[in-house]
């Protein structure tokens, strides 16, 4: 599937309930809302205003436990991996999806996107870093993990929307893919992996099955417009194993809440001039 059918794939849906805290994380399919530190976003405030910002949600995950880890280490000898190979939140674990409003602050029509990407325990892809030709302006990097659709705003309106479960989804298995499958983040992104089962680890040689495939730990939100607006958004999570601290990382003091160190991504080193 083509870079323009991803994008009709990302159609706004409409929402309209205010976005609040609705009660403690558990293991179960009742949705809870994480509310970011930084949950607006800015863009073209004043003559130096800048066109793009981001903003970084660090999921309020707790530590392993060490039955956790046991089951972490027997599926590892299962597959003959080392236990590192065997992520501690799975694709599967919970189901995530980003609710948003855009308000155009001006009395003048603009085009605004919002795009996410983000990072799972080991990995963290950041576009930026892909653009290899950085003074040819015509070669631009390659896209974010939910690359989201123009939206026209009218002045001074507002248009509410989701990134669906099933494109954040989708967006975590690009992310193995580039990174321990090493695909190349065009090749990733081109299609969509629903029925994607199974990928060889490059690391270790094994072909790693769907139910082990490594979900988000970090989300970055991404907002860029034409006008002086304003993004407003909110994480919803099913928490499927009951993996999100209680407050959802409120107060949470250290120890509380895992580290992970995901390490940025990068281009393969280019090959050397011939001798």
């Known amino acids: 599937m083509n870079h323009a059918a991803r994008n009709a794939r990302a159609v706004v849906a409409a ?3 205010a976005i609040g805290a609705l009660g403690a994380a558990g293991c179960s399919d009742d949705p809870v809302y994480i509310n970011p530190e930084n949950p607006v976003l800015e863009v073209n405030a004043g003559d130096m205003g800048a066109g793009e910002a981001m903003s970084v949600v660090l999921l309020p995950i707790v530590p392993e436990t060490m039955d956790d880890g ?3 280490q027997r599926v590892a000898d299962d597959l003959g991996v080392p236990l590192d190979s065997i992520p501690y939140v799975k694709l599967e674990d919970m189901a995530v999806s980003i609710e ?3 308000r155009n ?3 003048q029509e603009g085009i605004a996107r919002v795009d996410m990407t983000g990072a799972n325990e080991w990995f963290r892809y950041v576009p930026e870093l892909f653009d290899l030709d950085v003074e040819d302006e ?7 993990l939910v690359d989201g659709p123009p939206l026209i705003i009218p002045p001074n309106g507002t248009i509410s929307g989701v990134i669906r479960e099933d494109q954040i989804v989708e967006g975590a298995v690009d992310l193995e893919l580039m990174g321990r499958a090493a695909y190349d983040p065009i090749v990733a992104l081109l299609d969509v992996h629903e029925d994607t089962t199974e990928f060889l680890d490059m690391t ?3 072909m ?3 139910h082990l495939f490594a979900g988000f730990v970090e989300l ?3 907002f860029s417009a034409t006008r002086h607006m304003v993004l407003e958004f909110s994480v919803r999570v099913r928490d499927h194993r009951g993996l999100l601290h209680d407050e959802l990382g409120v107060g949470a003091q250290p120890g509380d809440l895992a580290e992970f160190a995901p390490v940025d991504l990068a281009p393969p080193a280019p090959d050397p001039p011939p001798a």
């Open 208 to 210: 790693i099955p769907r």
């Open 204 to 206: 270790s040689g094994v």
């Open 70 to 72: 046991d089951e972490r």
């Open 15 to 17: 929402i309209g309930a």
């Open 105 to 107: 602050l001006e009395d």
């Open 100 to 102: 948003w409003t855009v």
């Open 138 to 144: 015509e070669v631009q990097p390659p896209p974010p």
């Open 220 to 222: 970055e939100m991404r």
